[in-house]
């Protein structure tokens, strides 16, 4: 059985000059036995391209529930869908993060997402996303809360 992760919340950040990006402490799942023995560990995530030019990362357990509830259903296999799969099954990364939570971005994610130094990570419930701070600003930054709010039905 999986586990249920909701990524809430933002950090800034810089990409290091080896590319790598440190995966914020607030995203960073604890081990499974729930001991932290300041060491680290490494861990799996799953990256891949986001709408509106940002990367969007996974956990396998969410990413396996989006694939089934999205992709694996899909009942008309026309040439298109089958060429919409294999677009996104494609782009999928597995990415693992050194002892230090550290994971290295894979060129074409960081060239798809202009992402040059500056980061913003944000959560986003089951997943969360690394975007260029330029991007992110440009994308998300005329949107009110109340807006925000009003749009989902949030209250």
Not at 7 to 25: M, N, T, W, Y
Not at 75 to 95: G, M, P, Q, Y
Request: hydrophobic content about 35%; glycine content about 8%.
């Amino acid at each position: 059985m999986g586990v249920n992760y909701s990524f809430c919340g933002r950090a800034e950040h810089q990409l290091d000059d080896k590319g790598r990006v440190r995966i914020p402490s607030k995203f960073f799942p604890k081990r499974e036995d729930g001991e932290d023995d300041g060491k680290g560990y490494a861990m799996k995530f799953y990256f891949m391209p986001g709408t509106q030019g940002c990367i969007s990362v996974y956990l396998k357990d969410a990413l396996d529930a989006r694939l089934e509830k999205k992709l694996r259903n899909v009942e008309n296999d026309t040439a298109e869908s089958v060429k919409s799969k294999r677009k996104i099954l494609s782009s999928i990364e597995l990415v693992e993060t050194d002892k230090q939570g550290r994971a290295v971005i894979p060129n074409t994610l960081r060239t798809s997402a202009k992402i040059v130094k500056d980061l913003i990570t944000v959560g986003m419930d089951d997943h969360f996303e690394i975007w260029a701070k330029e991007q992110y600003d440009l994308v998300n930054g005329d949107m009110t809360f109340a807006q925000a709010y009003s749009m989902v039905g949030f209250f």
